[in-house]
């Protein structure tokens, strides 16, 4: 699996790409949507973990952009924000059920990864 | 309690719950920051554990990362003891330069979600007027909310103190999409009570794309 993880937390995106890496997954990172959006035009990828708040582009925006360049890509939410209700029906109009609270389990991620790509 | 009261105490408690929101925000960041970084020592003690050598450097360098994020939660915290002590007093004189300074990092990471910059410029000379915090602060997040909005995503909005007069007075600066925006939607019912409780006058100058909030000396 090719997974491209993208928060504005460089920190962060940087250490779970590693961590994923350790454990054999093929990651590659970004902290804005705008890069995002170059890597995909020279990489694939099957699956994107994006951040919703992001600085200019939100995270729901991005995926839009994304499955415009890259139908079959499956997409992982993540959040620091813990209402539910809203994040929900943000993920609802967005069309996509998956979605994890920060801070992460990174087994919870990968099952949730494997998830996504058997659907 | 007239209308105008229960504007400014849904508006405050509007304020209140949108600044606590970014700031857990801002600190669950922290939290899954040190998480990654715990896992990744843990991640390199097994591999260790397996017979690969560990590099000491490395987990300096791990360490000082997570105590970066430690440093960061601390100032969170901070800043939201500070601001939830703000209701304390209702009249209190101030320090228009650290109230600025202080409105410019509670609305630093929803200014930058618009790509915004905050640049409080600072004053030698302390400029103190009478007044009441919590509602000066209030304000100035609804008007660096509107200016950042104005001045559009890559700018920086100045926000500056100095004394007049009859008190001081609050300029934000750098707004160069005033022209277009929807100026007969600002000031709005909320900013109009706050600004008459204040005893202060807001203008717009389109042109200098700047806002002007003027205040008195003492409120009282």
Partial sequence: MRVLLVDDEEELVSALAERLSLRGIDVDWASTSYDALTQVESKTFDIAVLDVKMPKMSGLELKRRLQEKCPDMKFIFVTGHGSEDDFRAALSEAGTAYYLVKPLSIETLIDKMNQALKE | ?220
Avoid at chain 2, 3 to 8: F, L, P
Avoid at chain 2, 33 to 41: D, P, Q
Avoid at chain 2, 47 to 54: D, F, K, N, R, S
Wanted: charged share 25%; hydrophobic share 45%.
């Fill in chain 2, 1 to 220: 309690m007239s209308w105008k009261s229960d504007i400014i105490g849904e508006t405050g408690l509007q304020f209140y719950g949108k600044t606590a929101a970014s700031l857990s925000h801002e600190m669950k960041n922290a939290l899954a920051i040190i998480n990654e970084h715990a896992g990744l020592l843990k991640d390199l003690a097994l591999m260790a554990e397996a017979g690969t050598p560990m590099d000491p450097g490395r987990l300096t360098s791990l360490a000082e990362k997570v105590m970066k994020q430690i440093r960061r939660a601390d100032g969170i915290v901070t800043t939201m003891n500070r601001f939830a002590h703000s209701v304390d007093e209702s009249i209190k004189d101030v320090d228009l330069g650290e109230i600025l300074e202080f409105g410019a990092t509670l609305s630093r990471r929803l200014a930058s979600m618009r790509g915004v910059t905050l640049e409080p410029r600072l004053v030698t000379t302390p400029v103190r007027i009478t007044t009441n915090p919590f509602f000066l602060q209030n304000l100035l997040s609804l008007c660096v909310d509107f200016a950042t909005a104005a001045a559009g995503g890559g700018k920086t909005v100045g926000l500056s103190a100095e004394e007049t007069e009859n008190g001081a007075q609050v300029r934000l600066t750098g707004l160069e999409g005033l022209g277009e925006v929807l100026l007969d939607t600002f000031p709005a019912t909320r900013e109009k009570a706050l600004l008459e409780a204040l005893r202060a006058q807001l203008a717009v100058d389109t042109e200098a794309g700047q806002l002007v909030l003027a205040l008195p000396r003492d409120i009282d």
